[in-house]
């Protein structure tokens, strides 16, 4: 399943990807959200009925995938971005791995390398320090992972049984970042995870390109903080992270987005914002001696990181 916004040119190397595969998809779908450069038109003319074309009113890459779920008619649902690539083997070496690994197994993801940016040499499991070395394996706790933001996977690299991503309702259409994030952590909780590791997903990470989301992190956008609040106070109501490690670790990502969001709002003179995000800290536990000392402590290791003397 293939979401995709005016990219028509690296959609149809997506979509090439998918038809060379050596174990054949039985159904591709391609939903458009909303682009105006005419995707939807190039995707009939090329490749006739062979895909599956669906448009949309623009409404975000979750909203997408879910139309794209809703549709599908397989068992297995596998997700590629319209920038990303599959090697020729990927649903294959997935498909051996599922049947040597046993029927406990909803989720399979595979290594993944990048491209397009000399920089970014090591593949996802390098980065994140998944080296385990097998060919196929399982991954014991994807939710220890991903609240230590070392997750090994990748939306491309997903192989999900279909039965799951309906039990626990897609994604989510509230989040326009992490939503593939929300969507591994929901299911950590309902299935078992197992991967390959072979590289067999191409991501591009040129630098001219236009990235759109992966630029969003670096900036002081609101609506950044604004998701992941949302994002950590679903998981904390959430009755399988309650009175756990998890939870303490996802109260520990909530305390550094509130710190964030309040040194944002500050910065753009945002101070009603800023007094809110400073009474959830509180709420959170953090004492006026302790807002102080970590807001000090936040903007020296800035500087440091920087190259400046403190």
């Known amino acids: 399943m293939i979401p995709t916004y005016n990219r028509r040119t690296p959609v149809a190397c997506a979509i090439d990807s998918v038809i060379a595969q050596t174990v054949p998809v039985k159904e591709i779908i391609v939903?458009?959200?909303?682009?105006?450069?005419?995707t939807a038109e190039v995707i009939?003319?090329?490749?006739?009925?062979?895909?599956?074309?669906?448009?949309?009113?623009?409404?975000?890459?979750?909203?997408?995938?879910?139309r794209g779920i809703r549709t599908a008619q397989g068992d297995w649902i596998a997700f590629l971005d319209s920038d990303d690539i599959w090697v020729s083997s990927k649903i294959e070496r997935q498909t051996e791995a599922l049947a040597a690994l046993g029927d406990e197994f909803g989720v399979c993801f595979t290594n993944?390398?990048?491209?397009?940016?000399?920089?970014?040499?090591?593949?996802?499991?390098?980065?994140?320090?998944?080296?385990?070395?097998?060919?196929?394996?399982?991954?014991?706790?994807?939710a220890k992972c991903i609240l230590a933001q070392?997750?090994?996977?990748?939306?491309?690299?997903?192989?999900?049984?279909r039965s799951l991503l309906e039990r626990i309702g897609g994604f989510d259409e509230a989040l326009f970042i992490r939503e593939d994030t929300d969507l591994v952590f929901r299911?950590?909780?309902?299935t078992k995870f197992c991967f390959v590791g072979e590289s067999l997903v191409g991501v591009d990470r040129t630098p001219s390109?236009?990235?759109?989301?992966?630029?969003?992190?670096?900036?002081?956008?609101?609506?950044v903080y604004d998701c992941l609040e949302h994002l950590y106070n679903k998981w904390l109501a959430m009755p399988e992270t309650a009175r756990t490690e998890n939870e303490?670790?996802?109260?520990?990502?909530?305390?550094?987005?509130?710190?964030?969001?309040?040194?944002?709002?500050?910065?753009?003179?945002?101070?009603?914002?800023?007094?809110?995000?400073?009474?959830?800290?509180r709420a959170l536990g953090e004492s006026y001696p302790s807002l102080i000392f970590n807001f000090l402590s936040r903007k020296v290791g800035k500087i440091r990181r920087r190259g400046w003397t403190a």
């Open 187 to 190: 299911l950590s909780f309902e």
């Open 209 to 223: 390109r236009v990235l759109g989301l992966c630029k969003v992190y670096s900036t002081r956008d609101h609506r």
């Open 112 to 142: 993944n390398s990048f491209g397009g940016d000399p920089n970014m040499r090591l593949s996802i499991f390098e980065q994140t320090g998944f080296g385990s070395g097998l060919v196929f394996g399982s991954l014991e706790d994807p």
């Open 248 to 281: 303490r670790s996802i109260r520990d990502l909530l305390r550094i987005v509130h710190y964030s969001s309040a040194e944002a709002k500050m910065h753009d003179l945002k101070w009603r914002g800023a007094i809110r995000e400073l009474g959830r800290l």
């Open 31 to 38: 939903v458009d959200d909303g682009s105006d450069d005419g």
């Open 44 to 66: 009939r003319g090329r490749y006739g009925s062979s895909v599956t074309v669906l448009r949309q009113e623009n409404a975000g890459a979750s909203a997408a995938r879910n």
């Open 150 to 161: 070392k997750e090994p996977f990748f939306t491309s690299s997903l192989l999900i049984r």
